[in-house]
């Protein structure tokens, strides 16, 4: 099965910082990824998906990148509401594993 | 609206059964798989397994082969997670949530979780 590694696996960063998380799929998935947001104690929500499309009502300072094995998520300007974990998740074919998640917050 | 609504919370001793629901409106049931999620308290989110309603088509996470069972009932665009015997380790948050059948999408809705508690 394809092994999706996320980096770094937490992070702290300024108001206003640009952020960037990396997911890596150990073999070759196209553009079949996703990001998920799962702030604390909340349902997990899409944020982009087919690696680069931003899923409806999601601020435009989150962005994704990459195709093949390197993915990326950034934010443009790190924002207080912006503290959850982050997820991304393979789904080109089962089974459809996500990365061990990222949690990013506020210096 | 579109929304996946599911069952409540349980709690359980180690060795009972369990069933919990997944209802799917608002959108045509057919055309979703239906995805299950687990989340263990504190930790990340772990892809079960999916259905699709249309013909009960079932892939497992190699993790999940043998241990719970899916099943769908389109008649109603409910989904079903079921244990026959379980274990304090299947304590944890259960999430469904679908993904379009042919799309390049991922999950985009998702039910409210059920707790599912596991102690003697």
């Known amino acids: 099965d394809i092994q999706m590694t996320q980096s770094p696996s937490s992070l702290s960063a300024s108001v206003g910082d640009r952020v960037t998380i990396t997911c890596r799929a150990s073999?070759?998935?196209?553009?079949?990824l996703a990001w998920y947001q799962q702030k604390p104690g909340k349902v997990p929500e899409l944020l982009i998906y087919?690696?680069?499309t931003l899923q409806s009502g999601v601020p435009s300072r989150f962005s994704g990148s990459g195709s093949g094995t390197d993915f990326t998520l950034t934010i443009s300007s790190l924002q207080p509401e912006d503290v959850a974990t982050y997820y991304c998740q393979k789904y080109n074919s089962a089974p459809w594993t996500f990365g061990q998640g990222t949690k990013v917050e506020i210096k | 609206e579109v929304q996946l609504v599911q069952s409540g919370a349980e709690v359980k001793k180690p060795g009972e059964s369990l069933k919990i629901s997944c209802k799917g409106s608002g959108y045509n049931f057919m055309n979703y798989w239906i995805v299950w999620v687990r989340q263990m308290p504190g930790k990340g989110l772990e892809w079960m397994g999916i259905i699709y309603p249309g013909d009960s088509d079932t892939r497992y996470s190699p993790s999940f082969q043998g241990q719970v069972t899916f099943s769908a009932d389109k008649s109603t665009s409910t989904a079903y997670l079921q244990w026959s015997s379980l274990k304090a380790s299947d304590t944890a948050m259960y999430y469904c949530t679908r993904r379009h059948y042919y799309d390049n999408n991922g999950l985009d809705v998702w039910g409210q979780g059920t707790t599912v508690t596991v102690s003697s």
């Open positions: 073999q070759g998935i196209r553009n079949y």
């Open positions: 087919a690696a680069s």
